[in-house]
């Protein structure tokens, strides 16, 4: 079956950088998009970015553009995002999932926290 | 962007009645890339409905979705204790991929 697993989250300064991974398993990880979203501390669902199965073209949220980059590992059937020039208010799970008929499998996310 | 704003913020029902939640886009989406999915405290979101009206795997069919262009609705027919959750819409067929702010189904 579908695993998704996220690693890389932690405590980190307001300038300071961080990247996040998720290790997929269980579906031909070549032929699928993927996202990231975030939920920040009681608050709701915000899509973050996406990259197409074939990584040639990549999605951001404007909050996130030109900081974060997301890219895909085929040979590690992994995607990563990597998050420059945080702020406090990028603190938020981030979750990264499947990209289907919607987005059909979430790993269950690694927890940012941008504070000095 | 296009906004999707959910209705009603918060839903107060019984385990056995008819909830009825409500996503309006502030332009006409395809109802080819619009899903909702359910978040129980703690846990990852799942997918429940892709393309307005599709049932994901595992769904029960208590869950329905319906409409187009900027009116949808999620449905679940007779609610069970474990559908007590956060709903959330979203459509995927234009960058910047939104969410919806969620409605709370609450006993």
């Known amino acids: 079956q579908v695993h998704l697993v996220e690693s890389g989250g932690g405590v980190v300064l307001p300038g300071g950088s961080l990247r996040l991974s998720c290790a997929t398993s269980?579906?031909?990880?070549?032929?699928?998009?993927m996202h990231w979203v975030r939920q920040a501390p009681g608050k709701g669902l915000e899509w973050v970015a996406f990259?197409?199965?074939?990584?040639?073209?990549?999605f951001y949220a404007e909050s996130v553009k030109g900081r974060f980059t997301i890219s895909k590992d085929t040979s590690k059937n992994s995607v990563r995002l990597q998050m420059n020039s945080l702020r406090p208010e990028d603190t938020a799970v981030y979750f990264c999932?499947?990209?289907?008929?919607?987005?059909?499998?979430w790993g269950q996310g690694t927890l940012v926290i941008v504070s000095s | 962007e296009i906004v999707l704003t959910q209705s009603p913020g918060t839903l107060s029902l019984s385990p056995g009645e008819r909830a009825t939640l409500s996503c309006r886009a502030s332009?006409?989406?395809?109802?080819?890339?619009f899903a909702w999915y359910q978040q129980r405290p703690g846990q990852a979101p799942r997918l429940l409905i892709y393309?307005?009206?599709n049932r994901a795997s595992d769904i029960p069919d208590r869950f329905s979705g319906s409409g187009s262009g900027t009116d949808f609705t999620l449905t679940v027919s007779r609610l069970e204790p474990e559908d007590f959750a956060v709903y959330y819409c979203?459509?995927?067929?234009?960058?910047?991929?939104?969410f919806g702010q969620g409605t709370k189904l609450e006993i």
């Open positions: 999932a499947k990209d289907g008929e919607g987005l059909d499998y």
């Open positions: 269980g579906f031909t990880f070549r032929n699928y998009g």
């Open positions: 990259i197409r199965h074939d990584g040639n073209d990549q």
């Open positions: 332009q006409s989406i395809s109802s080819s890339y």
């Open positions: 393309g307005a009206s």
């Open positions: 979203q459509q995927y067929g234009f960058s910047p991929y939104t």
